[in-house]
């Protein structure tokens, strides 16, 4: 099909839940994806965080052949290897014990916060005094069903859906009184995401982390960080919370996690685990054998190719060189994040949508969060030569010269860097 006939398909028989950009992509390679005319484009986006692998990694490949030649799915009835392993290599890396396994952020999310009312429920049968009530922050975003919107801050996500899950409250962002105020025997869980995501890559304060940690052990309630954008070596590190030496109760991870496949899992402490028995919750198709074979993959080619290192170092140039476009054009305000989560916020709305939509006309993908927020959350094998063909695309559209080429793509043929 040709783009504009899966426009007007699409528009006829789609919910109109996205706006899409009017590109249609056929393929993609390494950081580049490709469209049906061929054109190549820079992906500084990875499918939302997603393809941290870039794009025909021949370990995902071959991991998604040999696995789909035996086994792709298994219901949760029975035993496969797949699970047991991916568990072993994510609790080593994240300090956790436990994990349970689904099939995207949200549902992640809605496993952290059904362990802990259950968790706070096994407490009071054991004598302690705590309450069922969730703190987030605001800006947060942790999903889109009846849990994990209702902990998601923006109106809009969750006014239409209204009633949501009762018992959240908003805490102000990085105020650590406000969180001490609002913090109770009344509250079961805390969710932080270390580094905000779709609230435009703020990273929490260390006093603010380490003062969700302090008071949630003093009662029981379960510290539950988000690393759903942030987590699986994203910021240079397995797990965002590990720049802030905090060790959470519960953490959840989707997006990089299968390579591309739905995966999404929950990690938690022992002790909060003794809050499930068999039939409590579950899920048909989450952790199967294939999306866990690609996953194991993952993980192993992020230790082999030393990714989390690479991560570290193109994150500190891509970083070092937004600042300096930053000193040059007073429209930006600020450069933030971690590694390869990084955004530059923009004085306007307009202007960044502007920005956004020019980068794309000049076939570098991005996108715009919260508004004025330009966010860049590449595949994890970004070069330098990749970060400044973008960086020098940005630079042209904030000083108004209308570009003499086309940055980042060659139609049909093969870019360099
Ligand atoms: C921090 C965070 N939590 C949760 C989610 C929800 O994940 P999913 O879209 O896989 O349900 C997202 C998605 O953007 C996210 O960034």
Request: proline letters at 4%; glycine letters at 10%.
């Amino acid at each position: 099909m040709r783009l504009d006939e899966i426009k007007a398909a699409e528009a006829k028989l789609l919910l109109p839940t996205y706006e899409r950009n009017p590109i249609h992509f056929v393929e993609g390679e390494g950081v580049y994806l490709v469209d049906e005319k061929g054109d190549r484009y820079l992906d500084l986006l990875s499918g939302i965080g997603v393809n941290a692998l870039g794009y025909g990694h021949p370990a995902i490949e071959k991991a998604i052949a040999e696995q789909s030649r035996k086994l792709i799915h298994l219901s949760n009835l029975f035993f496969h290897e797949g699970q047991a392993k991916l568990a072993q290599l994510l609790t080593e890396r994240s300090g956790l014990d436990r994990v349970f396994f689904c099939n995207s952020g949200t549902e992640a999310m809605e496993a952290a916060l059904k362990l802990t009312r259950a968790y706070a429920g096994l407490l009071r049968s054991e004598g302690k005094t705590i309450g069922t009530k969730f703190l987030a922050l605001e800006n947060s975003f942790h999903g889109r069903t009846m849990g994990s919107v209702a902990a998601t801050h923006k109106e809009k996500y969750r006014e239409p859906f209204q009633p949501v899950m009762p018992d959240v409250e908003f805490v102000r962002f990085n105020d650590v009184a406000d969180l001490r105020a609002k913090f109770s025997s009344d509250v079961c869980g805390v969710l932080i995401e270390a580094i905000q995501g779709e609230g435009g890559i703020r990273p929490v304060s260390k006093e603010f982390l380490s003062t969700a940690r302090e008071l949630t052990r003093s009662t029981g309630a379960l510290l539950i960080c988000d690393e759903i954008q942030a987590g699986l070596g994203r910021t240079g590190k397995w797990f965002a919370y590990q720049h802030y030496d905090v060790r959470p109760d519960v953490t959840t991870l989707a997006k990089p996690l299968a390579g591309g496949l739905p995966l999404g899992a929950m990690l938690c402490t022992e002790e909060a685990a003794r809050a499930i028995h068999p039939g409590m919750h579950g899920t048909t198709f989450g952790g199967g054998p294939l999306a866990c074979a690609v996953a194991v993959a993952v993980i192993e080619t992020i230790e082999q190719e030393k990714l989390l290192e690479h991560v570290t170092d193109a994150g500190t140039y891509f970083r070092q060189r937004l600042e300096e476009l930053a000193k040059k054009h007073a429209a930006i305000l600020d450069v933030r994040g971690l590694g390869l989560m990084l955004a530059v916020e923009i004085d306007s709305a307009d202007k960044a949508k502007q920005i956004a939509g020019e980068m794309l006309r000049q076939r570098i993908v991005i996108n715009r969060t919260s508004e004025t927020v330009l966010r860049f959350l590449p595949p994890f094998i970004l070069g330098n030569a990749e970060i400044d063909i973008a960086v020098d695309a940005l630079d042209a559209i904030f000083s108004g010269q209308a570009p003499q080429e086309v940055a980042a793509g060659t139609t049909g043929g093969k870019h360099v860097g």
